[in-house]
């Protein structure tokens, strides 16, 4: 079983950065692809970035390319989330994941562990 716990959400304005944390417990994960999901209010869940095991193949959803970087240390069992550049539609509950597969990808299907989520709020 694998526990996620993701740190480093709060309130921040326009234009301004965060970065998430999301420490993984109970097993190693360095060899799952891990990945970050976001819900805003009235919304439905969608994805926001992934990352391989390897650290080397990553993908980005559109609305975040250029300004989100997914990382992550798998001798600390974590990944990262740096957002700056951001914007208030970026504000919603961020959830990070660790995927059954590998690779990363876009597919909630494909993650079996989700954190319980960090409030990120942008003020325009």
């Known amino acids: 079983q694998v526990q996620l716990v993701e740190s480093g959400g709060g309130l921040v304005q326009a234009g301004g950065s965060l970065r998430l944390s999301c420490a993984a417990s109970?097993?190693?994960?360095?060899?799952?692809?891990m990945g970050w999901f976001r819900q805003a209010p009235g919304k439905e869940r969608e994805f926001v970035a992934a990352?391989?095991?390897?650290?080397?193949?990553?993908i980005y959803a559109d609305s975040v390319k250029g300004r989100f970087t997914i990382s992550r240390d798998n001798a600390k069992n974590t990944e990262y989330l740096q957002m700056n550049s951001l914007k208030p539609e970026d504000t919603a509950v961020y959830y990070c994941a660790v995927s059954n597969n590998r690779w990363a990808s876009k597919f909630e299907p494909n993650y079996g562990y989700w954190g319980q989520g960090t409030q990120v709020t942008v003020s325009s």
């Open positions: 990352i391989g095991w390897l650290g080397n193949d990553k």
């Open positions: 109970g097993r190693t994960v360095s060899t799952n692809a």
